[in-house]
């Protein structure tokens, strides 16, 4: 079972085509996941699911959780234009 923030562990969905690294300091998501209408997929978004609802509710517990870490600009998310595109 995934416990986010607990150790260095990684969980692997589908072999290896998303993953999920964990640390005592950040939860790192990197890939790609195709779900399909099968039981294999079913697995995997249960296992996933399970993970974030971890990383959720381990920050919903952190009482003093900053507004962003002290390695990340504190800008926040925005779109910008494409510039490629008149």
């Known amino acids: 079972m995934f416990k986010a923030y607990s150790n260095d562990d990684v969980l692997n969905l589908q072999g290896d085509a998303l993953t999920v690294s964990n ?6 998501i990197a890939g790609t996941l195709a779900l399909k209408r099968d039981k294999r997929s ?3 978004a249960l296992a996933l699911h399970q993970a974030l609802g971890s990383v959720i509710a381990a920050l919903q517990a952190q009482a003093d959780l900053p507004e962003h870490s002290a390695d990340e600009p504190p800008a926040a998310p925005h779109v910008i234009d494409n510039p490629f595109q008149r």
Do not use: N
């Open 23 to 28: 640390s005592a300091a950040q939860v790192e």
């Open 42 to 44: 079913l697995k995997a």
